[in-house]
């Protein structure tokens, strides 16, 4: 709740700026920035929730991004803020990521309620109310 809290302020700051933030030189595109975010959301709620996860698996959440992505904090930075700056942009890449973790919500729930019997079938869980 706070990253999206975090992230709505900054949207409002760099989209009411009059002076927006320059065009990097190493521009990602938009798909790209959408892959960042959603990986980072996905890890910072893995960090927030189940934090021995990444620390078991030696994950730095920053180095994994940036390894994964070819890219350093700098071109990150310079990204985040130039799509930051332009709103309808933003949140055309936002929309991308919600859909994206509610489509994977959807495929764990989906996971999660089937259960393995002894004979190695998979059943549908349905819990009892």
């Known amino acids: 709740m706070k990253q999206i809290l975090f992230l709505l302020l900054s949207l409002f700051v760099f989209s009411c700026s009059k002076n927006p933030a320059p065009k990097p030189d190493n521009l990602l595109d938009e798909e790209v920035m959408a892959d960042i975010i959603f990986d980072i959301s996905i890890l910072q709620a893995t960090d927030g929730s189940m934090p021995y996860k990444l620390t078991d698996h030696n994950i730095e959440m920053d180095q ?66």
């Open 64 to 129: 994994y991004i940036f390894e994964k992505y070819k890219i350093d904090s700098v071109t990150y930075r310079q990204n985040q803020r130039y799509y930051a700056a332009n709103a309808r942009k933003y949140k055309k890449i936002y929309k991308k990521v919600i859909e994206r973790l509610e489509q994977e919500k959807i495929k764990v729930e989906q996971d999660a309620n089937k259960v393995n019997t002894n004979d190695g079938t998979k059943q549908t869980y349905v819990p009892v109310e």
